[in-house]
């Protein structure tokens, strides 16, 4: 029986993954280089150690991951400045009927505390938590299950009774390994059969999982 939520925040929560693809083509952009989308998505759930080593395999040092990063984070704010954050459609839907239904909730975001918090206070979702757990206070960041066994622990749930929410291979991968309950909201990646085999469902928006807790997922 699923008594607990874990939410990822970018990609799941909010629509920021698109407003990171653009940010991070500008600043390759400012710097003269080309850079695939396929390696963005690699990095999209992923620690910053664990960018920096995708992105250093990839240029080979002609490039400093850090002043590529800082300028992607510059256009991202630019960008906000005009869009705001994109709330994700069925959010409140399915943050109300967690609250309702007396589950607990917390989000498990590799984005720092500082970032992730102003994010979740902006779009309102922060009364609705739990719990929080930043990509700055595990040892170990996606694909690795650490956030998400930390996010269990910090809202009192055991891992197989928790429902990890993500749109990332890397977090597919690491609420897997965790051994909960994997739901998969498909943002800017779609998966194939070998991640897919990780998932538990697949729901085309937030709203669609409010109804698998009338499922087999009670």
Not at 97 to 117: E, N
Not at 153 to 173: F, H, L, Q, T, W
């Amino acid at each position: 029986m699923v008594k607990g939520v874990i939410f990822d925040m970018d990609g799941v929560m909010v629509g920021a993954e698109r407003q990171s693809n653009q940010g991070w083509l500008w600043a390759a952009q400012q710097k003269g280089v080309e850079m695939p989308i396929w390696l963005i998505d690699s990095f999209k759930g992923a620690p910053a150690a664990l960018c920096k080593q995708f992105f250093d395999g990839y240029y080979k040092g002609c490039v400093d991951y850090w002043e590529m990063k800082e300028l992607r984070t510059q256009r991202v704010m630019e960008i906000r400045k005009t869009e705001g954050i994109p709330v994700k459609p069925g959010l409140f839907e399915l943050l109300d009927y967690i609250r309702s239904h007396g589950l607990r909730c917390a989000v498990a975001t590799s984005t720092h505390r500082d970032s992730a918090g102003e994010t979740l206070h902006r779009i309102g979702a922060w009364d609705y938590l739990d719990a929080v757990v930043y990509g700055d206070e595990v040892a170990r960041g996606k694909p690795e299950p650490d956030i998400f066994l930390a996010a269990a622990r910090a809202i009192g749930i055991e891992p197989d009774s928790c429902m990890v929410i993500e749109d990332s291979i890397n977090g597919i991968k690491a609420g897997y390994a965790a051994g909960m309950r994997v739901v998969h909201v498909p943002d800017t990646i779609r998966i194939g059969a070998e991640i897919r085999a990780l998932t538990t469902y697949v729901c085309s928006d937030l709203a669609e999982i409010t109804g698998l807790f009338e499922k087999d997922m009670a």
